[in-house]
């Protein structure tokens, strides 16, 4: 096994790197020279319930009631008890079931729904991060007209007006413009309106969006209809530019599906190659990875639609010649994915592609398109900003979506909306686009009111409130209701009438038992078996651009098209491969890098098309060298105190020019607030995430641990308790989500800490996820590896502390006292796995989130308290109470990351346990335990990486 790198300037051994590595406290000097200024602290979610009253009082028409714990309990809530309620997370218009944790009535966590096809009680980080979002202040914003307080009476007077207009005119000039849905009562309503006005149109437009995709399906289909993939029947994957793993839909049980053969020791390992310009977490986890730039990506297209589809022959890479081979050898159980970034006719092209491979109702279905589509095919976004500068559109509604901001930068959308006589637009926050329209109004958070949506596979889920709306706002389902009538149903009379029909007889009950277990029952989309068109396998690919480099866009994985940027738990996550957060530089290759004498920091102008703009850069191992990477969402000009002018807007660029980007070095820097370096660990052999290929298991089964030798101790401490809590993690299954770090944080309370202080290394996080790479930068393997409190059972922590804070229970928990703390941090430098966390500053008071939104099971820590994981102690003491009431011994315990994690790459529970599933894995040939030669015998232990290469490839790691 070879030593693996986190940065350039580590692999580089950079002098001024070793010696911040050196030092247990990298950054200490700096940062206890440094004033603190709290004035500058970021308000990260100053979301106190006073603020509640902040909104203005020409708003109208609220609910009464306030979201505290009621006087006179209502039935069923028992005191000190959570209640659970099922709701769903829409990403780009699909829904993901999830389970909202109540506590006396507030809602304090996000977890997945097991019942729900989509999640399988899973979650993603933006799932656990809704729960900031619906506490927001900023939401207490009410309705304006050209950025002037009104009351709602007089914004339903002016939608009164617009209905006279829409029925003298059928609704010509009218246009309403959405983001993607998959809601049927908002189709519904949509073709309500078409038969009351039948010249009206809408647009579904994301700035992060599939659209290639569905144009692509139906141009080698003649239908619209969606794509599912079914990995866990897939032997062969070939992921290009794909998002499979991290944003396609159903991308949280695709990564399960895919995670489940990922392991040698349960499994027969599937194998997947990527190719792509830039790194991704598809990509990352790939057996083998190859860089291509998207000329080259066209070269590949060209040629793999040669070999298999009979087209003519295309000079290709010699590797390629291998994976071609193996598609063919695993007919009917290949599979290959194109990502949403390529043109509609490629994606028309691997339709063909996946239809000769045999793969359909085995690797893949099809069925009919869950989105609901816009009024007309040719109406586009371009073709709406056209007939807003031309006069042909009067009104113009818009509904949850922002595109003042995140409309390419060459439609000056902003310049077309001021020509439209009567806008309005219903947000759920200020942004840009409220600010420049003539009305705006304030939108319901999903958990205040009632809707309905689809997953993937066209499963249909109710959303209910979780709570009495926090502050005065909009229903987007009343909101269109009110251009057909004066007085309109309510939204749940509008979600019942929809799904009322296919309830049955019994109608009460069954919808009692949608909103129980979160999805209509048989309400899935039937396979289609509509076959394909012989013109797929024809389909004429664009050309790709002639510059000699191309500028990519692509979204930030938490914040996406911008919508999140206010919220601090996603800004202020690392990213799952550059570890940088609260920011977005330009990304580069290391070799272009050298060629233009850049490093990380140092800020570059790029101009494309005459458009330019100022941006630091990062250095990118594994990216192509013909193409820049800028990801989207940042720079917001129109957002609160967390996302407001945080990053680079590089939407400014889009829609350009296929011009080559001009870069010019500035001369200046800025440093980027990265984790790369942070929590450094040492080890003799230079390995932490452990890896290997299916060749080495195969032949030697233990050849992971055959170095490990046992070392005796003086003291061998042996818990007495009744339980012995440990943990595995399966490297083969962790994909870097991230899902169960932000899990982590709203279960235990963990305080955000802004720029600032994560550039003095004093993040939080209880739980952090390494990125370790192999090989050279230009083209390195990945490792990730979650790493938290090992609790040691003979912990190093403990024999230092003067007061005794951090000790061990019976059941062999490393556990801290925070009222025994002093400060000393000493436990935190004798930790080899740098896994405690310091409250330099009030942190937790600092960042003033709203009390209701804390999990009251968890101490929120103060200044001077060490913290650190605790194997979610709260969850262990829930399931002993249990236990003890119905005399038994507490064994089913879910952490909350273990709970998160789409892959299941957690294992948690009872290693004293005959037959429990953490005794067998830590049993297997694939564990080993991090820094085993520390001799601190820890409880965490790890299941190696493995890659399936084909044999004539393998290089051990």
């Known amino acids: 096994m070879n030593a693996q790198w986190r940065s350039l300037e580590e692999l580089a051994q950079d002098a001024n790197v070793l010696s911040r590595i050196e030092q247990e406290f990298p950054m200490l000097g700096a940062a206890l020279t440094a004033p603190r200024d709290r004035r500058q602290a970021l308000a990260l979610m100053a979301a106190s319930l006073a603020l509640a009253g902040a909104g203005l009082s020409g708003c109208d028409g609220a609910p009464e009631g306030q979201l505290i714990p009621a006087v006179r309990m209502p039935p069923g809530v028992v005191p000190g008890m959570p209640d659970h309620y099922s709701a769903a997370h829409i990403e780009g218009g699909y829904a993901a079931g999830t389970v909202v944790k109540h506590f006396m009535g507030r809602p304090i966590k996000v977890e997945g729904n097991p019942f729900h096809p989509a999640s399988l009680g899973a979650t993603s980080p933006i799932a656990q991060a809704e729960l900031l979002d619906f ?44 983001g993607a849905s998959t809601s049927p009562t908002l189709a519904a309503q949509f073709d309500a309106l078409r038969r009351s006005y039948p010249q009206i149109r809408w647009l579904h437009w994301e700035a992060i969006g599939r659209a290639n995709v569905d144009s692509g399906v139906a141009l080698a289909y003649g239908a619209r209809l969606e794509l599912n993939p079914r990995l866990q029947n897939a032997d062969v994957i070939l992921a290009i530019d794909s998002d499979l793993l991290s944003a396609a839909p159903g991308h949280l049980r695709i990564a399960r599906e ?47 639609a040669g070999a298999l589809l009979g087209g003519a022959p295309v000079e290709n890479p010699p590797w390629l010649d291998r994976i071609i081979s193996d598609l063919k050898a695993h007919r009917g159980r290949a599979f290959i994915h194109l990502g949403p970034d390529h043109a ?37 976004l371009a073709t709406l900003v056209a007939d807003m500068r031309a006069g042909r559109v009067n009104s113009l509604l818009i509904v949850d979506s922002n595109p003042v901001y995140a409309a390419p930068g060459a439609l000056n959308f902003v310049e077309a909306l001021g020509r439209v006589d009567f806008s309005l637009c219903l947000s759920a926050t200020p942004n840009e686009t409220t600010a420049a329209s003539l009305w705006a109004a304030p939108m319901i958070h999903p958990w205040e009111g009632w809707a309905d949506a689809r997953a993937f596979d066209g499963t249909a889920s109710v ?4 709570a009495l709306p926090l502050f005065q706002g909009v229903e987007a389902h009343q909101l269109l209701e009110l251009l057909l009538r004066p007085d309109p149903p309510s939204a749940l009379d509008l979600v019942r009438r929809t799904w009322k029909d296919r309830l049955g007889t019994n109608v009460d009950d069954a919808w009692a038992d949608a909103l129980a277990q979160g999805v209509i029952p048989n309400s899935a989309s039937p396979v289609s078996h509509r076959p394909l068109r012989d013109a797929a396998a024809r389909a004429r690919l664009p050309e790709p651009s002639p510059a000699a480099t191309v500028l990519l866009f692509r979204p930030d994985p938490y914040l996406l098209d911008g919508r999140y940027a206010d919220n601090p738990w996603l800004q202020e996550l690392p990213r799952p491969l550059s570890k940088i957060s609260w920011g977005n530089p330009l990304l580069i290759s290391p070799r272009r890098a050298r060629e233009l004498s850049l490093a990380n920091g140092d800020v570059v102008r790029i101009t494309v098309d005459g458009a330019h703009m100022t941006t630091p850069i990062a250095i990118a191992p594994g990216q192509s060298d013909d193409c820049f990477v800028a990801l989207l969402g940042f720079g917001r000009r129109h957002a609160g105190p967390v996302g407001q002018n945080v990053g680079v807007d590089f939407f400014k660029l889009a829609g350009r020019s296929c011009g080559a980007p001009d870069i010019q070095k500035t001369g200046a820097t800025e440093e980027l607030a990265s984790t790369q370096r942070h929590a450094t660990m040492f080890d003799e052999g230079g390995v932490f995430a452990r890896n290997g290929v299916l060749s080495q298991f195969l032949a030697d089964p233990q050849f992971v641990r055959r170095s490990d030798e046992p070392r005796p101790s003086f003291y061998e401490w042996r818990p007495q308790g009744p339980a012995a809590w440990g943990m595995s993690i399966d490297l083969n299954a962790c994909i870097g989500c991230n899902a169960c770090v932000v ?50 059972e003979e912990a190093p922590c403990e024999p230092v502390c003067p007061v005794g804070a951090t000790m061990h229970d019976a059941e062999g928990l490393n556990v801290m006292v925070y009222n025994r703390c002093i400060g000393t941090r000493f436990c935190s430098n004798n930790c080899p796995y740098k896994v405690r966390r310091f409250n330099y500053f009030d942190f937790a008071d600092e960042e003033r989130r709203a009390i209701e939104s804390r999990n009251p099971e968890v101490t929120v820590r103060a200044r001077g308290v060490m913290e650190k994981c605790t194997f979610c102690l709260q969850r262990i003491a829930a399931a002993r109470i249990v236990a003890d009431r119905e005399g038994e011994k507490a064994s089913a315990v879910v952490t909350a990351c273990e709970a998160a994690c789409p892959t299941r790459a957690f294992t948690f529970g009872d290693l004293a346990a005959k037959g429990s599933e953490v005794a067998a894995r830590r049993a297997g040939p694939l564990s080993y335990a991090l820094l085993a030669e520390q001799n601190t015998k820890p409880r965490v232990t790890y299941e190696a990486h493995i890659f399936n290469v084909d044999k004539t490839q393998e290089t051990p790691k």
């Open 135 to 178: 506490y927001d202040p900023r939401r207490s914003w009410g309705v304006m007209q050209a950025n002037l307080p009104r009351s709602r009476s007089a914004l339903e007077q002016a939608l009164g007006e617009q209905r006279d207009k829409l029925a003298a005119t059928g609704g010509a000039g009218f246009v309403i413009l959405t």
């Open 258 to 304: 895919f995670a489940a053969r990922r392991n040698p020791t349960r499994a027969q390992m599937n194998r997947l190659y990527a190719i792509e310009a830039t790194p991704s977490l598809t990509g990352a986890v790939a057996d083998e990875r190859f860089i291509a730039g998207p000329r080259e990506t066209h070269r590949i297209l060209l040629a793999l």
């Open 344 to 380: 509609p006719e490629a994606h028309a092209l691997v339709c063909a592609m996946n239809e000769a491979l045999g793969g359909r109702g085995a690797v893949y279905t099809l069925v009919d398109a869950v989105t609901h589509a816009s009024s007309d095919d040719s109406l586009s």
């Open 463 to 466: 959303m209910q409130p979780q």
């Open 743 to 792: 899990a982590c944080q709203a279960e235990n309370n963990i305080p955000v800490v802004g720029k600032t202080e994560m550039l003095r290394g004093r993040e939080m996080y209880w739980l952090r996820i390494d990125r370790y790479y192999d090989g050279t930068p230009e083209s390195p393997k990945f490792n990730f590896q979650p790493v938290l409190c090992m609790h040691c």
